[in-house]
């Protein structure tokens, strides 16, 4: 299999080792097919172990992507009023010119921070992903984006109380006696993980989900916990009571490798099977069973999705889980303890890429969650923001009060720039587009944060039209505004140079040429069947151990530097209890709120599609099949709601229009409609985003997506009538 770089005009077939470019914990190695410069298959490579030669059905149509005729291929100026798609085609030349004129201009009048970022993950690696923009923005002093979408609750939670550690490979779950899935939908977004946990029941595990929703996980397993949204911290707590009480802990690993374990016994006391049944809708007794199997099974693992941070508590629902491997003793063996995100295996040199040295400490920092308000005078913003620059996001649809994203995307004094590959909603309502490669026609080289591999893509084919790489996008804004720094005319080789610290011990054996070479690499880790990362503790805490009374809880709350342009000088360092606790749903059952709004609405992912990307696409749409919201028979009845009835959710914040799907498998209490269908697309240009809260969970300004309650009314058909 030969790794290359540029097709030449003489090889008319040829293979290019590539990698999924998008945010899933899966990141497949892929393999490229080209003839003459055009690319004709994509598929998963097989040589590659976790992924082993398998896509997904999102990324095995990608060329559908690639090629779609709705791709934006050049720079565009808005010629119509915001939102009227009406654009003409502009020069790059033109384009960036306009850019930075209108950049000097507003910080002339009103300074730098009247301009702000606002970006995620639509390409994760380390080039062309979260952190391509940071430098330049950095240096302009513009707003610092706080960008908590995704695990920023969990990732602080997580580091109070073990450290940055990878935790369990994913690989030895086969080694797993006991898998506890919780609020993590594998089957549909990580889907290479699925035939780890599946050889593992053959060699006799049990596996349980716990998810308000039967899911294609949870039908897979051999038992679903139905959960209320945003109780789980009850749960988890109760679990570590009934743990505790009935004497199942691992004495001695808890000794060695722990701290705080005589408080945390005194705390949990209040927390019983009775207290958390009432709170979480889940019976006693399979509370009760949970635990003691949980704990007896050993080595037992838990697999967390991102999901559970969602809600007011989910930041101590994550201390409390992280600390249950450590008082069953789950780590001794591999197969046992917690899987979160490996990220922190990798020796990624984000300094390299975040530029923090660029920021002027005490620039403003404002979080994408409250871009909305930002917009429309709802934060005392002074400066007010004058421009927004968005790349590798769609935040109409992504981000939470979507109805002031809108308001406040229509304001005229708004300059409006967005790098896309395709017209989003949000690019909608630039005042100037700007064409962005796919990932094979860039180069990049990923981490995982679902496994220990490493994974190299060599562009595959020449950019299409005149679309560029974030990497270049950005070379070309920093001379237009003269920054002179070196880091703004690295190639993409010397940034592939600079991607990791090469000599660290989990690079040992990968260097650049054979990752190139190969495509794939695991990280210097011994092999998954004898893995046990802390089974002799070694915990990258302050300590060394499980810190279940946390020091640096202690210190106050805190958002990982990845999450904010690496920014350290922010932290709210609102202070913390040490010890994990309990907090209920913001928008809990009991609050005057739920009066009026009873439901719950969750928003989760697409299976078809990855956040909001491929909701464009017709192949995509057709396996998703149109929006819908799942509603359960009960509920469903007293509001004389019929199965595919249209319907209108709402609450305080906003309103959208689906059609029901009455659906046993959703709990009483709880409506579902899936994150990533496009507003457009929509019956009356409104998606879930409408109704999420700006409201940050309690640890690392994590969203609160799940917290969100709702009400549901049928109404008659705008498109039938
Ligand atoms: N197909 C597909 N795959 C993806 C993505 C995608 O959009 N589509 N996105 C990728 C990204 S960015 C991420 S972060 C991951 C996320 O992957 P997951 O963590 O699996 O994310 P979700 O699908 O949002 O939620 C998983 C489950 O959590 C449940 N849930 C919601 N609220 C609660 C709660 O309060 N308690 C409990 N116990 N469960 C709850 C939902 O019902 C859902 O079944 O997936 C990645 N993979
Ligand atoms: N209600 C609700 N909201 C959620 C969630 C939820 O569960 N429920 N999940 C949250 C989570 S976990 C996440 S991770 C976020 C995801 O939020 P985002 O990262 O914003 O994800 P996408 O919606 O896929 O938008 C990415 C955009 O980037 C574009 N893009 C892709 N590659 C490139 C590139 O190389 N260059 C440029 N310039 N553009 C590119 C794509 O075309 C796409 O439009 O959403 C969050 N929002
Ligand atoms: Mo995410």
Redesign the pocket.
């Known amino acids: 299999m030969t790794a290359t770089v540029e097709p030449t005009s003489e090889q008319t077939s040829l293979t290019v080792l590539a990698a999924c ?1 998008h ?1 899933c914990p899966d990141t497949c190695a892929m393999v490229v097919t080209v003839e003459d410069g055009v690319a004709t298959e994509v598929r998963g490579n097989r040589e590659m172990p976790y992924t082993d030669g398998g896509l997904c059905v999102k990324v095995d149509n990608y060329l559908d992507r690639v090629y779609s005729p709705e791709r934006v291929l050049h720079p565009m100026r808005r010629v119509g009023p915001k939102g009227s798609g009406q654009f003409e085609r502009i020069s790059w030349e033109d384009a960036i010119a306009e850019i930075a004129d209108r950049y000097r201009t507003i910080i002339a009048e009103d300074g730098p921070e009247a301009i702000m970022p606002c970006n ?4 994760q690696g380390i080039l ?1 992903g979260l952190n391509v923009g940071d430098p330049f923005f950095n240096k302009l002093g513009a707003t610092v984006a706080e960008r908590t ?2 695990d920023s609750g969990a990732c602080t939670a997580y580091v109070m109380t073990m450290g940055d550690t990878a935790g369990v490979d994913p690989e030895s779950f086969v080694h797993s006696r006991f898998i506890l899935i919780w609020a993590a939908n594998i089957m549909s977004t990580n889907l290479h993980l699925w035939p780890y946990v599946a050889e593992a029941r053959k060699r006799g595990a049990k596996v349980v989900v716990v998810d308000p929703v039967r899911t294609r996980t949870a039908n897979a397993a051999d038992q679903h916990i139905a959960i209320r949204p945003g109780t789980d911290g009850a749960l988890a707590m109760a679990l570590m009571h009934v743990i505790i009480t009935e004497g199942l802990t691992d004495e001695a690993y808890v000794a060695e490798h722990t701290v705080g374990f005589e408080e945390l016994s005194e705390r949990v006391q209040q927390y019983t099977p009775e207290w958390a049944s009432e709170e979480t809708g889940v019976p006693v007794e399979v509370i009760r069973t949970l635990a003691r199997e949980y704990a007896t099974s050993q080595p037992s693992v838990i697999r967390i999705g ?2 559970v941070e ?1 809600h007011a508590g989910g930041g101590q629902t994550v201390r409390a889980l992280a600390c249950l491997p450590a008082l069953v003793g789950a780590w001794r063996n591999p197969g046992g303890g917690i899987l979160q995100l490996p990220l922190w295996a990798f020796p990624v040199n984000w300094p390299a890429f975040m530029h923090p040295e660029l920021q002027t400490p005490g620039t403003r920092v404002v979080n994408l969650f409250q871009l909305g308000e930002a917009l429309t005078g709802g934060l005392e913003l002074d400066p007010p923001l004058k421009s927004l620059f968005v ?5 109409v ?3 939470p009060d979507q109805d002031r994203m809108i308001a406040g995307l229509m304001r005229e004094d708004l300059f409006t720039v967005v ?4 017209m ?1 909603d949000t690019a909608d309502y630039a005042d100037i587009v700007l064409p ?2 796919t990932q094979l026609e ?1 180069t990049d080289v990923n981490f995982s944060w679902g496994h220990l591999y490493v994974t190299y893509n060599h562009q595959a084919i020449e950019a299409l039209g005149e679309a560029v ?2 990497t270049e996008l950005f070379r070309r804004l920093a001379a237009a505004m003269g920054f002179e720094e070196p880091c703004f005319r690295r190639t993409d080789e010397e940034m592939v140079a600079e991607a990791f610290d090469w000599s660290a011990p989990a690079m040992a054996g990968i260097t650049i040429e054979s990752l190139q070479e190969r495509g794939w690499q695991r990280l210097n880790v011994p092999p998954a069947d004898e893995y046990a990362p802390h089974a002799e503790g070694g915990f990258p805490t302050p300590s060394g151990k499980v810190e279940f009374v946390s020091s640096v809880a202690a210190g106050g709350n805190f958002v990982v530097p990845l999450f904010r342009q690496g920014s350290n000088d922010h932290q709210s360092g609102a202070p913390v209890d040490p010890l994990p606790h309990y907090i209920g749903p913001n928008e809990g059952r009991d609050s005057e709120l739920a009066a009026r709004f009873p439901l719950n609405l969750l ?3 697409a299976h078809a599609f ?4 491929y909701g464009n696409l017709a192949r995509h749409r057709r396996v998703q099949k149109e929006p819908v919201l799942l509603i359960n028979p009960e509920d469903a009845g007293e509001r004389d709601i019929e199965d595919g009835a249209t319907v209108r959710v709402f609450n305080d914040r906003g309103a959208f229009t689906v059609r029901a799907k009455v659906d046993a498998s959703v709990m009483p209490g709880v409506t579902v409609s899936s ?1 990533g269908h496009w507003r457009k697309h929509s019956i009356d240009l409104a998606t ?2 409408s109704l ?1 809260p700006t409201a940050f969970a309690d640890l690392g300004n994590a ?1 609160t ?1 799940s917290d969100t309650l709702v009400e549901v009314e049928t109404v008659a058909d705008a498109r039938e009538a």
């Not at 790349?391 to 935040?395: D, G, R």
């Not at 990855?610 to 990307?613: F, L, V």
Request: proline share 14%; charged share 10%.
């Open positions: 470019p945010d995620y993950l639509g390409t062309q979408y995704c991102v999901a969602r790349y590798n996001s769609n935040p649809v992504v981000c790098s896309e590959q395709f989003t962005a490669t860039q790489p974030n928003s989760p992912k990855i956040n909001s990307s994150l879930p985003a999420n969203p997506f």
